[in-house]
């Protein structure tokens, strides 16, 4: 056989059984319950909050205020396994964005 019968593969009703029964219209259609949707975003929170980070950079630096370690100056963040990493301590005198928190 060629094709595949899929006209019994649910297998047998069960008696008693509700999962699939909805309320129906006045013209017999089914009323199916709303859909929840989850909007798929293109970056993780984790590439958010560094482009929030380099924003912010490239601001102080254009208005003078690069007065902290950048958060992309890995060199400065190096530490041993098992150890914290070094706490990036930004300029927040002109903002104090909750992602820092």
Do not use: W
């Not at 949707?37 to 560094?50: A, D, N, Y």
């Not at 690069?66 to 890995?74: A, E, L, R």
Request: glycine share 6%; aromatic share 10%; proline share 9%.
């Amino acid at each position: 056989m060629s094709k595949i019968d899929t006209q019994g593969m649910s297998g047998p009703a069960i008696k008693g059984c509700t999962d699939n029964v909805y309320p129906h219209d006045e013209n017999g259609n089914p009323i199916l319950p709303s859909a929840v949707i989850t909007p798929s975003r293109l970056h993780t929170p984790q590439m958010v909050k560094e482009l929030k980070i380099i924003i912010n950079e490239v601001l102080d630096e254009r208005a003078g205020r690069m007065n902290y370690t950048s958060y992309f100056d890995v060199d400065k963040f190096k530490h041993y396994v098992g150890e914290e990493e070094p706490e990036y301590k930004p300029n927040k005198e002109s903002y104090n964005p909750s992602y820092y928190q």
